[in-house]
């Protein structure tokens, strides 16, 4: 019994679970370019370097000790931080890309919630600038229960003033009417 809901999370865990592909697989494709033109331009950058050094000792036959180390450490020891900066600015920007298009989404969401805890159901202009699945979920709903309460409030409208107890058939069709607003509700 327990192995069964530890296999369970086992898969859970395994899955990948996107936020919003679109944006992901966007800011992915653009660190993975980043990273082949980075790494692109470390290997040129290394080997007109290392043509330089090997063009400057190909006919010394020692190699002077000038005590500090060699021409390809300090090559190495430039091109890393260079590598290192890009990274970090790079991952900067996407974390700054990231926030931004999640708070613009939490942010209208946030504002159909205040509507709707108001009882505020009217469809608004501003609900549609911003488009994501969840967005279009809460829209959805605002419709459903929009077309809900107009349902009730033609129910309702459809009710009489006054109720004559002596005819049956008007009662009936109360009946009818109070059990479907019953249903809505």
Do not use: C
Request: aromatic residues 6%; hydrophobic residues 45%.
């Amino acid at each position: 019994m327990n192995t069964h809901s530890e296999q369970k999370t086992a898969q859970h865990r395994r899955r990948r679970h996107f936020i919003d592909a679109t944006i992901q697989g966007r800011l992915l494709a653009a660190l993975i370019g980043l990273e082949l033109i980075l790494f692109s331009g470390a290997m040129i950058w290394l080997y007109i370097d290392l043509s330089k050094i090997i063009d400057e000792n190909l006919y010394r036959v020692h190699y002077a000790d000038t005590g500090s180390s060699s021409p390809f450490i300090a090559s190495l020891l430039t091109i890393i931080p260079v590598i290192l900066l890009v990274n970090v600015l790079a991952l900067w920007l996407a974390d700054v890309i990231w926030r931004a298009y999640i708070r613009r989404i939490v942010n209208q969401l946030r504002r159909m919630l205040s509507r709707i805890s108001n009882l505020d159901l009217r469809a608004q202009p501003e609900d549609q600038r911003v488009q994501h699945d969840v967005i279009d979920r809460a829209r959805s709903w605002l419709e459903n229960e929009r077309n809900e309460f107009k349902q009730i409030k033609d129910m309702v409208q459809t009710l009489p003033d006054n109720l004559d107890s002596a005819d049956e058939k008007e009662r009936a069709r109360v009946k009818v009417i109070l059990r479907e607003l019953q249903s809505l509700i």
